[in-house]
């Protein structure tokens, strides 16, 4: 079994900084591609953020220059630095990790449980 947990969310003030956190445990051979995604109420998710296992980034046009994401290998963590937030930004957002559970196995995808974000004006 994997488990995936996040932690970090909150209220804050528009212009205001966030810093989420989404450690992977359990069964763990490899962690590939970990990141961060947002859900609003009736709406998809939408990509936040992504970083490889090198540590090549990936964001979306909405968040470049204020979100940095970051990963500790040693640790199994992504993290999500949210600066200069937004009302638009409210959301929850959700972590993921790409996990190959033994040595040359299937990756699947393990998803945290969300975290709600709210951002006033």
């Known amino acids: 079994q994997v488990q995936v947990v996040e932690s970090g969310g909150g209220f804050v003030q528009a212009g205001g900084s966030l810093k989420l956190s989404c450690a992977a445990s359990?069964?763990?051979?490899?962690?590939?591609?970990m990141g961060w995604y947002l859900q609003e109420p009736g709406k998809q998710r939408e990509l936040v953020a992504t970083i490889t296992s090198g540590g090549s980034t990936n964001y979306a046009d909405s968040v470049k220059g204020r979100f940095t994401i970051s990963r500790d290998n040693a640790k199994n963590t992504v993290y999500l630095q949210m600066n200069s937030l937004k009302p638009e930004d409210t959301a929850v957002y959700y972590c993921y990790c790409d996990v190959a559970r033994q040595y040359r196995g299937a990756v699947n995808r393990y998803w945290g449980q969300g975290t709600q974000i709210t951002v006033s004006s």
């Open positions: 359990g069964s763990i051979f490899s962690i590939n591609a």
